[in-house]
């Protein structure tokens, strides 16, 4: 089969330690590979430990380990897609990542202090830093850490995050000042396709929660953009595989999966650890599959993910591991048993 007409059951994980490798590389074998688990996304948000750039580096995740899950990953057929966050979360809150401390000239709000009042600072009103989306020399930084990952992992399938941008088209940055909010989210993800999938050839993932018209889907500023950004959505290839988040309950469902393909682009919603929700937005999604099938659409809803928000340690791998063995299908808890259940319930509904 094809891998692009393959039922994705995916599931997602932070990374940043190499002391994890050994019980990572046990969780996938004896835990999502029996299971049917298919795609493991990484994050490395920011810790990897980059040799192109060893002061950007701030993980000890490096080759080495990439490596060993890379061999891994082709003994279980397990296919490994490392995720890189471009444009926002370049650190979190008013803390600034690696690269903007190196580089504030990449940063789209230099001036935000670094011990700014988080707490009391509403998050729409300043939530995380960007870099600039209108500074080109990022990519002499972002493109050779890009690389160095996908070369590291033997990949071919890279997500750039970029869920959550609020902080763009900044009235203080002298380049954006002014510009439209889509035309530079649009340009910056035309940006790394080129690089990623024309120059490249590998295929490009990202969050689509700046793609959604929130007001008209009914979500919230979260899983939605209300700045205008949405319109970026006509701006972009469409062979782009949109990762459409979506934590909550929504009774109004998710009709933004079926926006998306209408227009061509290949969805995977991704839930959390909630089993309920898990279990209806999987609904929702064969629901949109079904539609597009019958419409003759374009776009498919490829399959799901399960996302997991804790930085990988030993005790969480042991807990999601035993919880995967286990089957378990637990409704009332919201940490890691609820995450591995709606790591189980997809899997088992999404078998081929
Ligand atoms: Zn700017």
């Not at 230099?110 to 600039?132: I, K, Q, R």
């Not at 992992?153 to 869920?163: A, I, Q, R, S």
């Not at 954006?176 to 993932?205: P, S, Y």
């Not at 079904?290 to 993910?305: F, T």
Request: hydrophobic content about 40%; proline content about 4%; overall charge negative.
């Amino acid at each position: 089969m094809n891998k692009n007409d393959q039922t994705i059951r995916a599931v997602h994980l932070r990374v940043d330690l190499s002391e994890v490798t050994g019980k990572l590389i046990q969780y996938m074998k004896e835990g999502l590979a029996p299971l049917g688990v298919n795609t493991l996304i990484i994050e490395f948000n920011p810790g990897y430990d980059f040799k192109c750039f060893p002061e950007l580096a701030n993980g000890t995740f490096g080759r080495t380990d990439a490596q060993k899950v890379a061999a891994a990953a082709k003994e279980t057929g397990i296919r490994i897609v490392p995720l890189f966050m471009c444009l926002g979360h370049q650190g979190w809150r008013f803390q600034k990542n690696t690269l903007l401390k190196a580089h504030p000239e990449f940063d789209e709000t230099p001036d935000m202090p670094e011990d700014g009042d988080a707490e009391n600072t509403p998050d729409l009103v300043f939530y995380c830093h960007s870099w600039c989306a209108s500074n080109d020399d990022v990519y002499k930084y972002v493109f050779p850490m890009i690389d160095e990952i996908m070369t590291d992992f033997e990949t071919d399938c890279l997500h750039v995050g970029m869920d959550e941008v609020f902080s763009l088209a900044n009235e203080n940055c002298p380049r954006c000042k002014g510009k439209n909010r889509a035309e530079l989210f649009a340009r910056t993800v035309n940006i790394l396709h080129d690089h990623i999938v024309t120059e490249k050839g590998w295929q490009m993932m990202m969050w689509a929660d700046r793609l959604n018209h929130a007001e008209v889907c009914g979500y919230h500023a979260w899983e939605g953009d209300t700045f205008g950004t949405w319109q970026a959505v006509d701006k972009i290839p469409n062979d782009i595989l949109l990762a459409d988040w979506h934590y909550e309950m929504n009774e109004k469902g998710f009709p933004g999966i079926g926006v998306f393909v209408e227009k061509g682009f290949t969805v995977i919603p991704a839930a959390w650890r909630e089993l309920k929700q898990t279990q209806f937005l999987l609904d929702e999604a064969l629901k949109y599959e079904r539609l597009a099938k019958e419409k003759g659409a374009k776009g498919r809803v490829a399959g799901m993910m399960i996302t997991c928000w804790h930085t990988a340690n030993a005790e969480l791998l042991d807990e999601l591991l035993t919880s995967l063995k286990e089957h378990i299908q637990d409704e009332d808890d919201k940490s890691i048993r609820g995450i591995a259940s709606s790591i189980v319930y997809i899997t088992e509904k999404l078998k081929e």
